[in-house]
T-cell receptor, first 113, second 114 residues
Framework: GNSVTQMEGPVTLSEEAFLTINCTYTATGYPSLFWYVQYPGEGLQLLLKATKADDKGSNKGFEATYRKETTSFHLEKGSVQVSDSAVYFCALSALGGADGLTFGKGTHLIIQP | EAEVAQSPRYKITEKSQAVAFWCDPISGHATLYWYRQILGQGPELLVQFQDESVVDDSQLPKDRFSAERLKGVDSTLKIQPAELGDSAMYLC????????????FGPGTRLTVT
């Protein structure tokens, strides 16, 4: 079956540090890949997506590249801010967005001033 | 900005009781999803609707859970009887046919079974 594995948290960084949250997946075929973010007290929001191999999704300074050869979709940001503190979920869609998402367990990111 | 609405936001119930959650998707969104999120885990799909039809309910515990979307708009998820292990956040999401990749999530219903 389909599955997503992401690094466990919490991840604690200082403001302006470089961020990487690792995500790898297992799926048949060619899934679409997503990062969702959940800020404290808010619902899940789509952060970025990539629908085919070598695509790069980007939004709000965050980036992730769909690497088919390593089945990975790592989330990166060059300089984090306190406002980036949230829980980040990696997810996949096996049927091009026509199915429900398979999520990882989430990574809690804490940015200290 | 249009949002997915869910109610109630919080529900406490005793085991063996019945409980129901309601979701109103973004207007015009044909696809509706119910997910369950256990504390410390990622959401897991329970059921997917396309208009009023069930597309995928393979992970729905059908002995106690039921879901309906009678007119293809809002939806109700029911648990009867509730068990202690059902304590979780129940999330509703919707997406449009034009942009199926973008699922919009509601704030969720936090269920506590005592």
């Amino acid at each position: 079956g389909n599955s997503v594995t992401q690094m466990e948290g919490p991840v604690t960084l200082s403001e302006e540090a470089f961020l990487t949250i690792n995500c790898t997946y297992t799926a048949t075929g060619y899934p679409s890949l997503f990062w969702y973010v959940q800020y404290p007290g808010e619902g899940l929001q789509l952060l970025l997506k990539a629908t085919k191999a070598d695509d790069k999704g980007s939004n709000k300074g965050f980036e992730a590249t769909y690497r088919k050869e390593t089945t990975s979709f790592h989330l990166e940001k060059g300089s984090v801010q306190v406002s980036d503190s949230a829980v980040y979920f990696c997810a996949l869609s096996a049927l091009g967005g026509a199915d429900g998402l398979t999520f990882g367990k989430g990574t809690h990111l804490i940015i200290q001033p | 900005e249009a949002e997915v609405a869910q109610s109630p936001r919080y529900k406490i119930t005793e085991k063996s009781q019945a409980v129901a959650f309601w979701c109103d998707p973004i207007s015009g969104h044909a696809t509706l999803y119910w997910y369950r999120q256990i504390l410390g885990q990622g959401p897991e799909l329970l059921v997917q609707f396309q208009d009023e039809s069930v597309v995928d309910d393979s992970q729905l515990p059908k002995d106690r859970f039921s879901a309906e979307r009678l007119k293809g708009v809002d939806s109700t998820l029911k648990i009867q009887p509730a068990e202690l292990g059902d304590s979780a956040m129940y999330l509703c999401a919707s997406s449009s046919t034009l942009h199926p990749y973008e699922q919009y999530f509601g704030p969720g219903t936090r269920l506590t079974v005592t």
